[in-house]
C-alpha cells in the first residue's frame, strides 16, 4: 500500500535552514507529482509546493516563492523540501502529499503523518 | 490567486444528521474542487474529488456537489466518526489553494 514518511523536522533558529524529506513506497513515485502542504498549529491546510514527476516543473506558493525548494531523487523515491531563511511562521506541520490526476482533474490522494517545524531562537 | 470561502467556519450538529458545508471561489474552476477530512493528530483523508467524485473506500453518505464558482459538501446521515475538520481545494490553477476550513461538532 502506498506509504509516505516525512522526516527532517525540529526546531530552527529564525534565520536558519532545514531540509526536510519524505520517503516514498508503494507505489510508482517516478511517474507521480508530489506535493508539499503545510499546517500552522490551530490553523488550516496551506498548499506550499508542487513537483512534476520528472521534476520538470515546480510551482511554489506566493508566500515561500524564493524560500523554499521543492525536488525529489527518484532513484531513491524521495521527495524534499529545502528551507532557507526560516521564519516564525514557517512553523507548522509539513506534509508530504502524493498527486493524482486523470480526466478528472488532479487531487491530493495519499499524504503522509507530517513532520513539524518549529522555529524559535 | 484563486480564494475559496467556506461557510460555515464551524457547525454543531447530532449524530444522523444531514449537514451540508459549502465552498465559493473567487472565479470559475469549473469542476476542480476536491474536499478533505481532517481528524485531530492525523493527516487529511480525501473524500470527494473533481466536485462530486467519491474517492475509493469513502462511505456513500459523503456527496458533492456543483460547479463553476459554487460547491457544497453534504453528509447525508453523521455519524460519530464524521465529527471533524473539512476543508475544499482547488486544482484548477497551477497554484493550488485550500479554503479555511469547517468543523463539525457534536451538539
Known amino acids: 500500500q502506498v506509504h509516505l514518511v516525512e522526516s527532517g523536522g525540529g526546531v530552527v533558529r529564525p534565520g536558519g535552514s532545514l531540509r526536510l524529506s519524505c520517503a516514498a513506497s508503494g507505489f510508482s513515485f517516478s511517474t507521480s507529482g508530489m506535493h508539499w502542504v503545510r499546517q500552522a498549529p490551530g490553523k488550516g491546510l496551506e498548499w506550499m509546493a508542487f513537483?512534476?514527476?520528472?521534476?520538470?516543473?515546480?510551482y511554489y506558493a506566493d508566500s515561500v516563492r524564493g524560500r523554499l525548494t521543492i525536488s525529489r531523487d527518484n532513484s531513491k523515491n524521495t521527495l524534499y523540501l529545502q528551507m532557507n531563511s526560516v521564519m516564525g511562521e514557517d512553523t507548522a506541520v509539513y506534509y508530504c502529499?502524493?498527486?493524482?490526476?486523470?480526466?478528472?482533474?488532479?487531487?491530493?490522494?495519499?499524504w503522509g503523518q507530517g513532520t513539524l517545524v518549529t522555529v524559535s531562537s | 490567486d484563486i480564494q475559496l470561502t467556506q461557510s460555515p467556519s464551524s457547525l454543531s450538529a447530532s449524530v444522523g444528521d444531514s449537514v451540508t458545508i459549502t465552498c465559493r471561489a473567487s472565479?470559475?474552476?469549473?469542476?476542480?474542487l476536491n474536499w478533505y477530512q481532517q481528524k485531530p493528530g492525523e493527516a487529511p483523508k480525501l473524500l470527494i474529488y473533481s466536485a462530486s467524485s467519491l474517492q475509493g473506500g469513502v462511505p456513500s453518505r459523503f456527496s458533492g456537489s456543483g460547479s463553476e464558482t459554487d460547491f457544497t459538501l453534504t453528509i447525508s446521515s453523521l455519524q460519530p466518526e464524521d465529527f471533524a475538520t473539512y476543508y475544499c481545494?482547488?486544482?484548477?490553477?497551477?497554484?493550488?489553494?485550500f479554503g479555511q476550513g469547517t468543523k463539525v461538532e457534536i451538539k
Open positions: 472565479q470559475s474552476i469549473s469542476h476542480y
Open positions: 513537483i512534476r514527476f520528472d521534476g520538470s516543473r515546480k
Open positions: 481545494q482547488q486544482s484548477y490553477s497551477s497554484l493550488w489553494t
Open positions: 502529499a502524493k498527486d493524482e490526476n486523470d480526466i478528472s482533474g488532479y487531487r491530493l490522494d495519499y
